[in-house]
């Protein structure tokens, strides 16, 4: 199960962190050792449980049912199961926003990693053509809740074969590289799209592969040798 972290400047479902943490335990608790058919939850349990009236206590199955957190019981409205979603809030950590610097840090790092994809990770059928950064990051706080992170994809060029296993797809390609940027920081939110027009505005952008400009760069290096060879070669007559 993986460990879920809540930021402590923000609402969850309507709850503060906190709040919705203890309520999850105690649901959790509530259920613990009972078979599958008596694990059992409804608005009024929750309610008891996360110390909410009865209105309250509906929006909130409401708002749990709709994000996955409960299923409900087949054949028997009103009552529901929890899910491992629901027990990821139940043991989240509850941690402070990072500030501004810590920010920058983090993009930093996903930018080196982008690099690191693009040159590395030759076996992907997919690179990085750019990094969109939206969300809080853009906003005048100092405390950014997250990192909305978007890289927009291309198909790579030149794709070499990996050592063992059948040819990457560009889905699974896809998929390890939001992997790779989400291992970074629970603070990271990765939206892999393959067009800028489906990034969220404002951003801004802290990475682009200058994949033409190096091409370039390279061309012109190649050039200004030879036309250093063809002097050297005529002042020597």
């Not at 259920?31 to 939850?41: M, T, Y």
């Not at 989240?92 to 990770?121: F, G, H, M, S």
């Amino acid at each position: 199960m993986r460990i879920r972290t809540l930021v402590s400047n923000q609402l969850y479902f309507g709850l503060d962190p906190l709040h919705l943490r203890r309520g999850a335990a105690r649901t959790v608790s509530r259920i613990f050792g009972l078979s599958p058919e008596r694990a059992l939850v409804n608005a009024q349990s929750l309610a008891e449980d996360f110390r909410l009236d009865e209105a309250s206590g509906d929006a909130l199955v409401h708002a749990l049912a709709a994000e996955g957190l409960l299923q409900e019981e087949a054949g028997s409205p009103g009552n529901y199961h929890l899910t491992l979603r629901f027990h990821e809030f139940a043991q989240a950590r509850v941690t402070a926003p990072l500030d501004r610097t810590q920010a920058r840090q983090l993009i930093d790092r996903a930018c080196q990693l982008t690099v690191r994809i693009n040159a590395d990770r030759t076996w992907n059928p997919m690179m990085i053509d750019m990094m969109a950064v939206s969300g809080s990051y853009m906003s005048r706080s100092d405390d950014i809740s997250n990192l909305k992170l978007w890289p927009v994809v291309k198909a790579r060029a030149e794709v070499r074969p990996r050592r063992f296993g059948p040819p990457m797809t560009k889905a699974e390609g896809s998929s390890e590289i939001r992997a790779a940027l989400r291992a970074l920081s629970p603070f990271i939110l990765v939206h892999l799209v393959t067009d800028t027009a489906a990034v969220e505005r404002p951003f801004s952008v802290p990475f682009r592969a200058y994949d033409d400009m190096i091409a370039s760069s390279v061309a012109s290096a190649r050039l200004l040798a030879w036309s250093s060879s063809l002097r050297r070669q005529l002042t020597g007559r």
